[in-house]
């Protein structure tokens, strides 16, 4: 396996689930953070906790290409070996069927999972390539590889992660990058309260009465994929929680 202290790890989405636990995974194994999201009052809460010779924060938008550029260009010396991409902030907004959803709430998805998680991987990539390889960690989702009633863009947002993911691998052939994607089901984070907008009690009954997995589940995946040797790439990890499993097709019957 690889030394995990060596890993520094530009994330975005540091300041919740997947991302906060997956920050905490790495530095807990030794190595350093680059914690990003909008939420700045967290990931000043997250670098106090893992130490600032740890955790480097910067408050960022995914969709704001020009604010990621200067981001990237602006990380201190510390920091700067970049060497796993997690790109990880997106959500889910509303669970409407088609023909009723918010016109916003799917651009909204579409710009941040989409559009922000492919130019964080592209100004990420060349820095990599430069120093010698790395690891891209995309997180796709179940939702992208099954639909189900009400996920429509956001289902759909994940089958262009998990396309674009294998996709790139061939453009990175003979540069040292792997690339994962990593798609998880039923996971208990704030994924829920930010897709009902802040209704606890509905995002609450998305997991009432089952055991989902935990952000800590889906960090550890994402670390054990990336501590593998570098002749290993894992193309991509699905997990579901044991209690959740595929349904049957839907069949009208008029
Ligand atoms: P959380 O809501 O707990 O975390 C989402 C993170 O994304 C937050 O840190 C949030 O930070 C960040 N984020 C959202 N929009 C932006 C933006 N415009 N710019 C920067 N950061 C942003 O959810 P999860 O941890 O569960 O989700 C993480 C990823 O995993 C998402 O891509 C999600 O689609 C995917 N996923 C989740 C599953 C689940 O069941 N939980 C299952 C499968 C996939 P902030 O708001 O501070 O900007
Ligand atoms: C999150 C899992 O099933 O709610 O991607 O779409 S699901």
């Excluded at 790439?233 to 008029?254: S, Y």
């Amino acid at each position: 396996l690889l030394d995990p202290g060596r890993f520094v790890v530009f994330i975005t989405g540091a300041t919740s689930g997947f991302g906060a636990a997956a920050a905490r995974r790495y530095v807990a194994a030794g190595g350093k953070v680059i914690a990003t999201g909008r939420r700045e009052d967290r990931l000043l809460a997250l670098r106090d906790e893992l130490g600032h010779d740890k955790c480097h924060t910067i408050p960022l938008d995914v969709r704001d290409r020009a604010a990621l550029e200067a981001a990237i260009a602006a990380i201190p010396e510390p920091f700067a070996g970049i060497n796993v991409v997690l790109a990880n902030a997106g959500l889910a907004l509303g669970l409407q069927p088609a023909a009723e959803a918010d016109l916003d709430d799917w651009q909204t998805m579409i710009d941040t999972n989409v559009s922000g998680l492919v130019q964080t991987v592209r100004l990420l990539l060349p820095g990599m390539i430069a120093r010698g390889g790395g690891h891209v960690v995309t997180l796709g989702s179940v939702a992208g590889e099954f639909a189900y009633p009400g996920g429509s863009v956001y289902a759909a947002t994940k089958a262009f992660v998990k396309h674009f993911a294998l996709a790139i691998r061939s453009d990175l052939q003979g540069k040292n990058i792997r690339v994962t994607d990593i798609q998880p089901g039923l996971t208990e984070t704030e994924f829920s309260v930010v897709r009902f907008k802040g209704d606890e009690a509905k995002a609450g009954n998305v997991y009432a009465g089952t055991k989902p997995m935990t952000a800590e589940d889906i960090a550890e995946s994402i670390f054990w994929a990336t501590s593998l040797p570098e002749h290993v790439n894992v193309n991509k990890i699905q997990l579901m929680a044991t209690t959740q499993a595929i349904g049957p097709f839907d069949i009208h019957r008029g």
